[in-house]
């Protein structure tokens, strides 16, 4: 279970980042970010953070929303980044969800003086001092805070771009190479703008389109 050790090693604020979306053939790569200003936030969310891949996509809404509720309580800061795409082609998924990271940053109303990254990577550009967990969204209250903000957050992206393109499977799968994503793909061919044409799979689809 995730606690406030790391957190407790800085002055200062500490924010937590992690992204959602590396994986999927369509759709953004989106990054979460999370201060926890005030370590008391109740039962529901102290027991209930973690990575979110473990969560069911229920809980995954429910602890969203009570994260801002704390945001609007004054308990935490959240940021929300993401990089389209067009800019996952252009520069590379890695390159990519760095710069969606260092816009969910951006978009924090506080200032970090640490941040504490998911993974082994430390994101280019992060203007403060950063520190990289490995399955720290499974360690640290804030990564884990903010694995929930950008997988909601991008589920609920995809579940929208279902409505416009109802054949891909979208609100299931999140732009994910499912069985359903390669017959909307086969039957419809790839939506510009939202397929990643750098990734093999649509690359191919492309390539055999002529």
Request: one cysteine or more; charged letters at 25%; proline letters at 5%.
């Amino acid at each position: 279970m995730p606690n406030f050790d790391f957190e407790q090693q800085y002055d200062g604020p500490v924010v937590g980042i992690d992204e959602a979306g590396r994986g999927p053939w369509a759709g953004p790569v989106v990054a979460g970010a999370v201060i926890v200003s005030d370590k008391n936030l109740g039962d529901f969310l102290l027991n209930g953070l973690d990575d979110s891949k473990k969560l069911t996509p229920k809980k995954r809404e429910t602890l969203y929303e009570a994260l801002f509720e704390a945001e609007k309580a004054g308990k935490l800061c959240i940021g929300i980044g993401q990089a389209s795409a067009a800019e996952i082609d252009r520069r590379n998924i890695l390159q990519a969800t760095f710069l969606a990271m260092n816009r969910a940053v951006a978009a924090l109303k506080i200032r970090p003086a640490q941040a504490l990254v998911d993974g082994n990577r430390i994101p280019v550009g992060i203007a403060c001092p950063c520190q990289t967990i490995v399955k720290g969204d499974a360690r640290s209250y804030s990564i884990a805070a903010a694995s929930i903000v950008a997988k909601v957050y991008r589920d609920r992206l995809m579940t929208d771009l279902a409505r416009r393109y109802p054949y891909y499977g979208f609100e299931k799968n999140a732009g994910y190479g499912t069985a359903a994503h390669v017959a909307g793909l086969k039957a419809y061919g790839i939506i510009e703008g939202q397929h990643r044409k750098s990734y093999k799979p649509i690359r191919e689809i492309l390539e055999k389109a002529g």
